[in-house]
């Protein structure tokens, strides 16, 4: 594993405010992004998601459980693949044009906040499938 190039990892985000109800932890607060959905995913240990980019949607992935491996590289002009394990609390950012995978290495939950809708045509419309992880 390299050191980042085009890989936004926020590690081990921890609550901002904490009392006797409890903890609030700020997910995403950078007052520019425009969340059209937010997906919460599960994955089996093992399983791949993505081997995919899109041409207009970023995605934040927010680790809820488990551990996953995230591998990442530019759909034009990158060939070096760049990989991170990220667990609870860590949350990566893709980019447009970004090709993207993950591999659960445990039973995994995810929240993924899109700047695109999920409605099916238009994620079909703006997803390129690409083989980045082999099952």
């Not at 409890?22 to 969340?35: Q, R, S, Y």
């Not at 693949?81 to 949350?91: C, Q, R, S, W, Y």
């Not at 447009?96 to 809708?117: C, G, W």
Request: proline residues 4%; negative net charge; contains cysteine.
């Amino acid at each position: 594993m390299s050191i980042a190039k085009y890989m936004h990892i926020t590690h081990h985000q921890t609550p901002e405010f904490i009392d006797t109800r409890g903890a609030i932890t700020k997910v995403l607060d950078d007052g520019k992004t425009a969340i059209k959905s937010i997906l919460y995913i599960t994955s089996k240990a093992g399983a791949i998601r993505s081997n995919h980019y899109h041409k207009k949607d970023a995605h934040f992935c927010f680790i809820i459980s488990g551990k996953m491996e995230w591998h990442e590289k530019p759909a034009e002009g990158g060939e070096e693949v760049e990989t991170a394990v990220l667990g609870p609390g860590d949350m990566v950012y893709t980019p447009p044009m970004m090709i993207h995978a993950a591999k659960a290495l445990e039973d995994s939950v995810f929240l993924a906040f899109a700047t695109e809708s999920r409605n099916q045509d238009e994620y079909e419309a703006d997803t390129i499938r690409v083989k980045l992880l082999d099952s």
